[in-house]
T-cell receptor, first 113, second 114 residues
């Protein structure tokens, strides 16, 4: 059974800092990994999708990497802004079991002005 | 292009009452998912549809939960009777294909059972 862990559960940084969020998974037989952002009381917004054959994806100030063999992904946020404050979740999709996705519990990020 | 649409956004009911949630996926997305998210946790899959067929409902508590996706487009999730432990956010998501597609979520329906 796939298990997805996100550490730390919460992170507070001053505005302008670069930061890294971590996602680890126990079963490396994955199809893809997706990072989401969730604002309070809202649904999940897709940020980046990395296919299992890829090593990283970039969108603006966000860069996500994937190391299947070690069961790890990181989300790098450059020059953080208060508007980046949210909960960030990763989801790992299996390449078996008809592509079932398993989510981590998220890291809640606070960027202080 | 419209995203995944869910209603209602909020629902407060007494325990033992029924409740229903509705979801309209992104146009053309044949795979539809219902997830439940408890406070401080990631979403957990309840049921997945491929067109109108429920292909994974192993996590759906079938004694009180039911779902349908008539005509392979919009879907309804029902709880009858609701219990206190059902309080959560019910999220609907869709993707173009089950094993390749990016997941797109709706805003969710927050249920409070008193």
């Amino acid at each position: 059974k796939q298990e997805v862990t996100q550490i730390p559960a919460a992170l507070s940084v001053p505005e302008g800092e670069n930061l890294v969020l971590n996602c680890s998974f126990t079963d490396s037989a994955i199809y893809n990994l997706q990072w989401f952002r969730q604002d309070p009381g809202k649904g999940l917004t897709s940020l980046l999708l990395i296919q299992s054959s890829q090593r990283e994806q970039t969108s603006g100030r966000l860069n996500a990497s994937l190391d299947k063999s070690s069961g790890r992904s990181t989300l790098y946020i450059a020059a953080s802004q208060p508007g980046d404050s949210a909960t960030y979740l990763c989801a790992v999709r299996q390449d078996t079991n008809a592509g079932k996705s398993t989510f981590g519990d998220g890291t809640t990020l606070t960027v202080k002005p | 292009e419209a995203g995944v649409v869910q209603s209602p956004r909020y629902k407060i009911i007494e325990k033992k009452q029924p409740v229903a949630f509705w979801c309209n996926p992104i146009s053309g997305h044949n795979t539809l998912y219902w997830y439940r998210q408890n406070l401080g946790q990631g979403p957990e899959l309840l049921i997945r549809y491929e067109n109108e067929e429920a292909v994974d409902d192993s996590q759906l508590p079938k004694d009180r939960f039911s779902a349908e996706r008539l005509k392979g487009v919009d879907s309804t999730l029902k709880i009858q009777p609701a219990e206190l432990g059902d309080s959560a956010v019910y999220l609907c998501a869709s993707s173009l294909a089950a094993n390749t597609g990016e997941l797109f979520f709706g805003e969710g329906s927050r249920l409070t059972v008193l």
